[in-house]
C-alpha cells in the first residue's frame, strides 16, 4: 500500500461500479414485461374476482328476496336481502374500477418517465405495438418473395 488515497479511490470506483451494474440488473427486473403481466394479473383479477362474487351474492339475495315475497304468507319484505348485497357489490365494483385506473396510470408513468428506450416501453398498447411490427414483417417478407418470383421468371424467359 504504497499510495492509499490511489487505493481508495480504486476501491470506490470499483464499489460505485459494481452498484450501478446491479441497480441496472435490478431494474430491468422490475420493469420485465413478464413481471408487470404477472402482477397486473394477480391485483386486477383478484379484484374482479372479488367483484363477480359479490354479483353473485346480489343476485342470490334478489331471488331469496322474492322467493320471501311471493310465496310466503305473510308477505313480510326483507329489504336488507337485496341492499345489503348490492351496497357489497357497489362498492367492489367501485374498488376494481379504481385498482384498474391506477394500475393504469402507474403504467403509463413507468413508460413515460422511467423507461427511455421506446423498445423496452410496456404497457397498455404493446400488443398493438406488437402487430405492427408483425404486419411490418410480413410485407418486408412478401416484397422479398416477389423480388424472388421476378428473378425466376427472368431465368425461366433465357
Known amino acids: 500500500m504504497k499510495n492509499p488515497k490511489k487505493f481508495i479511490k480504486y476501491q470506490t470506483n470499483q464499489l460505485l461500479n459494481k ?75 367501485l374498488t376494481t374500477v379504481l385498482i384498474a385506473t391506477i394500475v393504469f396510470f402507474t403504467i403509463r408513468f413507468i413508460n413515460d418517465a422511467l423507461i427511455s428506450n421506446p423498445t423496452n416501453k410496456w404497457g397498455y398498447n404493446q400488443e398493438h405495438n406488437d402487430a405492427l411490427k408483425i404486419q411490418k414483417q410480413n410485407e418486408e417478407t412478401l416484397e422479398l418473395q416477389r423480388k424472388i418470383l421476378q428473378e425466376l421468371e427472368k431465368l425461366n424467359l433465357k
Open 19 to 93: 452498484s450501478n451494474e446491479s441497480f441496472g440488473q435490478f431494474k430491468q427486473f422490475l420493469f420485465a414485461p413478464n413481471l408487470i403481466t404477472f402482477v397486473i394479473s394477480v391485483v386486477v383479477g383478484n379484484s374482479f374476482g372479488a367483484t363477480v362474487k359479490e354479483l353473485v351474492n346480489f343476485v342470490l339475495g334478489l331471488f331469496d328476496f322474492l322467493r320471501i315475497w311471493l310465496f310466503t304468507s305473510q308477505h313480510t319484505t326483507y329489504y336488507n336481502r337485496v341492499t345489503v348485497p348490492f351496497s357489497a357489490f357497489f362498492n367492489s365494483l
